[in-house]
T-cell receptor, first 117, second 113 residues
């Protein structure tokens, strides 16, 4: 299957600092990527849809200014958690859907564990 | 309540079959998926089924869909210790954005030797 890679796998940062998470599609071009957040023992919640060359689409309740998304190329989307606080600690996962498959199969990155201390 | 519901835990012995169940609420769902998540890792797509199908088999995996009851199941034959993970059921609804899969909370499968 297609490969989606996230970096870093885990990160610890101090309150008030910003953290950037990268999501790359390694073997296909993705005009759209998706960012999810997963709380412990909870399901994944879609945060936003990242669109190459245009603004991201955020789900209701997600703060645009806190979670900055940039989709600068067809293989890279970044999520920046700005002024992070402990409540932002979570597991963040991105996904992308390879073109030409009827938009059926979504492939996920390995996730990034963010801990804010 | 949750849109997609799964039991939280399942424990089986190695070699037995595992059956993980899922119920969903939206009859307009177009595709239903099963993902596997190992500790500290992302989601691995295992299989999916189109809503007009009743069954799909892929090696050790069998997916059954009862659209009338909105019930989806994943059967893993000859379960191995390497199958221990959390299994997520997800639905894609008609008209929903491509990325907006609705996930259940996941079923943690423990395989005992």
């Amino acid at each position: 299957g297609a490969v989606v890679s996230q970096h870093p796998s885990w990160v610890i940062c101090k309150s008030g600092t910003s953290v950037k998470i990268e999501c790359r599609s390694l073997d296909f071009q993705a005009t759209t990527m998706f960012w999810y957040r997963q709380f412990p023992k909870q399901s994944l919640m879609l945060m936003a849809t990242s669109n190459e060359g245009s603004k991201a689409t955020y789900e209701q309740g997600v703060e645009k200014d806190k979670f900055l998304i940039n989709h600068a190329s067809l293989t890279l989307s970044t999520l920046t958690v700005t002024s992070a606080h402990p409540e932002d600690s979570s597991f963040y996962i991105c996904s992308a859907i390879p073109p030409g498959q009827g938009a059926i199969e979504a492939f996920f990155g390995q996730g990034t564990r963010l801990t804010v201390v | 309540g949750e849109d997609v519901e799964q039991s939280l835990f399942l424990s089986v012995r190695e070699g037995d079959s595992s059956v993980i169940n899922c119920t969903y609420t939206d009859s307009s769902s177009t595709y239903l998926y099963w993902y596997k998540q190992e500790p500290g890792a992302g989601l691995q797509l295992l299989t999916y089924i189109f809503s007009n199908m009743d069954m799909k088999q892929d090696q050790r995996l069998t997916v059954l869909l009862n659209k009338k009851d909105k019930h989806l199941s994943l059967r893993i034959a000859d379960t191995q210790t390497g199958d221990s993970a959390i299994y997520f059921c997800a639905e894609k609804r008609y008209g929903g954005s491509q990325g907006n899969l609705i996930f259940g909370k996941g079923t943690k499968l423990s395989v005992k030797p």
